[in-house]
């Protein structure tokens, strides 16, 4: 998957219990009933579908398993798609599909073969991206498809159910989560937010595309070419970048009253984030852009 924002098992023996940076989840994740340690960071473990053995990272996130999304998903037969445009993976196994969009906490499963959708719930972890590869709770599987999930010894096996019998009736008809409009007012008027939106941007950026995203994130998308720079807003406090790149650096600047984080590599700045105790914002620019182009885009936000 390309450097993007986006813009996510268990320790096997491989995994030294020496590692500094384990520890002991409060609760298990997967409902298992039996302790796991796990890293906050990504470590190598081995995972077992349908009786093939797996090596995969996978490290904890809020009491929440995260896999590696199309490693996982494409042994249990999903198609896997990178949105570049959205910062999202599409899922399909030909039965139910979903969109995950990087940083945002919202899942749904729609029918493959039919109209009709699951409301959107959380599943306590957001999709994130670390180094080249979308991570998503183990738990989405599960929402997804028919399996159960076992961990015992420290080994987690995954095995897909006989479903056959099995009716589903959590399928109704409901919006899609992202919805592209054709102004940013009546992008607004749907989310029920006066939101904040850039009036200056760095030469040659156009606004190309406007949605909202489970009908809670305002997402603007501009272009210059190649490059593409993503505005989001959002009526909560938590981090909405969806950006989980390393970056060379990252700073702090205090900008009209408010203290903003950005990062980048050289002398460019790829990603900005803060909030003003109602709402949050972040900027991306996937190329980066100057640090005097960036304040003075969020100088015309607040």
């Known amino acids: 998957m390309k450097n993007k924002k986006i813009t996510a098992a268990v320790l096997a023996g491989a995994l030294s219990l020496s590692l500094t940076t384990a520890v002991l989840a409060d609760a298990d994740p997967i409902d298992s009933g039996v302790p796991l340690l796990v890293s906050t960071q990504a470590?190598?473990?081995?995972?077992l579908i349908n009786n093939e053995q797996i090596p995969a990272n996978i490290y904890e996130n809020n009491g929440q398993l995260m896999v590696p999304v199309r490693l996982i998903g494409e042994k249990l037969g999903f198609?896997?798609?990178w949105i570049e445009e959205e910062n999202a993976v599409f899922l399909d196994n030909g039965e139910k599909n979903t969109t995950v969009y990087i940083g945002l906490d919202s899942y749904y499963t729609a029918s493959s073969t039919a109209i009709g959708m699951s409301a959107p719930s959380s599943l306590g972890a957001a999709p994130e991206l670390l180094n080249d590869t979308t991570y998503v709770p183990l738990k989405?599987?599960?929402?997804?498809?028919d399996i159960s999930v076992n961990i015992d010894n420290n080994t987690i096996t995954i095995t897909r159910n006989d479903n056959s019998d099995k009716e589903d009736n959590s399928l109704v008809q409901i919006p899609n989560p992202i919805i592209e409009y054709n102004t940013v007012d009546e992008a607004k008027a749907s989310l029920g937010i006066d939101a904040s939106i850039p009036t200056a941007l760095p030469a040659g950026y156009e606004l190309?595309?406007?949605?909202?995203?489970?009908?809670t994130a305002l997402d603007l998308t501009?272009?210059?070419g190649e490059s593409e720079l993503s505005y989001?807003?959002?009526k909560s406090l938590e981090d909405i970048s969806g950006d989980y790149n390393t970056y060379e650096f990252t700073k702090t600047a205090e900008i009209n009253g408010y203290e903003i984080s950005y990062s980048g590599n050289g002398q460019k700045v790829h990603n900005a984030k803060w909030n003003n105790g109602e709402f949050s914002f972040s900027i991306y620019a996937d190329n980066?852009?100057?640090?005097?182009?960036l304040k003075s885009?969020?100088?015309s936000i607040i």
């Open 222 to 224: 501009y272009v210059n």
């Open 297 to 299: 885009m969020i100088e």
């Open 208 to 215: 190309s595309k406007i949605t909202t995203i489970s009908n």
């Open 140 to 145: 989405l599987f599960e929402l997804l498809d």
């Open 43 to 47: 470590c190598p473990a081995n995972v």
């Open 232 to 234: 989001r807003t959002a």
């Open 288 to 293: 980066g852009i100057t640090f005097d182009e």
């Open 79 to 81: 198609k896997i798609e």
